[in-house]
């Protein structure tokens, strides 16, 4: 079968491997579409923690069951995508119900070969199914998962302003989920093709450009009172640092991207606020469930996420340009 393998920071290499064969608890998946997240990006660059080469990346995944061990609920056939944090299910993450958190996570694609190869052996309790949503669909379900968990980590409640801080993928689906959850969403980034996109496809109602004019907009927005949530989805240390003044008193700050260095702020500032701060990793089954819900529901359309579509073949070529932010790629999907 086809596989493409990341050998080395900038360096792909088509490859052929072995079909994997099935065994016991597992379910053979034909690979059909594959997202391309951040995680892949900074991989590709070398900026990604907890990483190392080769690697076969590729974890927002959707397919085709083409052998399952038996189970009650996936069967031959069935579209699925793909939960791929694998935990251990004894350490005390997984005892209190994070499996997401696990101390000995193994995420698909990232920790351990992932997805860019034409079939793959995975625990049938990682996949899921939901009639009536297509291949697209169901590649982004991990992403829009991200999302969700952190507006549910958040605690985001109707009518509540939430500040997201930055209009990537992963941001957009906070603020869809923000969206869904009634808030009054603001959406900040430094990118202005970003923010458009987010004015005009997504009807974003506020949008503010990241930068010494963005503390009075907000107060302004808020009416003196600032953001109730305040979620950063850049995985940037400047931003994450910055957006400490923008939590309102009372407020949560949630940290959904993810950087190398030592955050820092002011002790009394946050502490006069009495404010939460709080990291939100990878999402749950939970997640999973309500952003599958959501798009087979008509709340959530994903139509207009994806901006670049490639055949598997055309990866190595298309790739680079899309680490460029000024290319306004949003998302790209693999087709197989």
Request: aromatic share 8%; hydrophobic share 40%.
């Amino acid at each position: 079968m086809k596989i493409l393998s990341c050998t080395s920071p900038g360096e792909f290499e088509y490859q052929e491997g072995e079909k994997p064969q099935l065994s016991e608890g597992r379910a053979i998946v034909k690979i059909k579409r594959i997202g391309i997240c951040g995680t892949d990006l900074h991989a590709f660059e070398g900026t990604q923690p907890f990483f190392s080469y080769p690697r076969i990346l590729g974890h927002e995944l959707a397919g085709e069951v083409t052998e399952i061990a038996e189970n009650e609920e996936i069967f031959k056939g069935d579209l699925v995508t793909v939960i791929p944090y694998f935990n251990c299910g004894t350490c005390v993450a997984c005892r209190n119900g994070k499996p997401n958190c696990c101390q000995k996570i193994s995420v698909f694609g990232v920790h351990e070969d992932g997805g860019m190869q034409e079939f793959v052996s995975l625990p049938v309790s990682s996949l899921v199914k939901k009639e009536r949503l297509n291949l697209e669909q169901l590649a982004l379900a991990e992403p829009f998962a991200i999302g969700a968990h952190g507006v549910r980590r958040a605690g985001v409640k109707p009518g509540q302003f939430v500040l997201v801080i930055g209009a990537g993928p992963i941001g957009l689906g906070v603020m869809e989920f923000a969206r869904i959850a009634g808030a009054m969403v603001i959406a900040m980034d430094i990118n202005d093709k970003r923010l458009d996109f987010c004015r005009e496809a997504w009807n974003i109602p506020y949008v503010v450009k990241a930068g010494e004019n963005a503390y009075e907009t907000i107060r302004e927005i808020t009416n003196g009172d600032f953001c109730d949530a305040v979620i950063d989805a850049t995985g940037s240390l400047a931003a994450i640092n910055q957006g400490f003044k923008y939590i309102a008193h009372g407020g949560n700050y949630v940290l959904v991207g993810l950087q190398k260095g030592e955050i820092a702020f002011s002790h009394p500032e946050f502490h006069k606020r009495e404010a939460t701060l709080m990291s939100s990793r990878n999402a749950i089954r939970e997640d999973f469930d309500q952003v599958l819900e959501a798009m087979d529901s008509g709340q959530l359309s994903v139509e207009k996420y994806i901006t670049n579509r490639v055949q598997f073949e055309q990866v190595t070529h298309d790739f680079q340009s899309w680490l460029n932010p000024e290319n306004g790629v949003i998302k790209a999907m693999v087709e197989m």
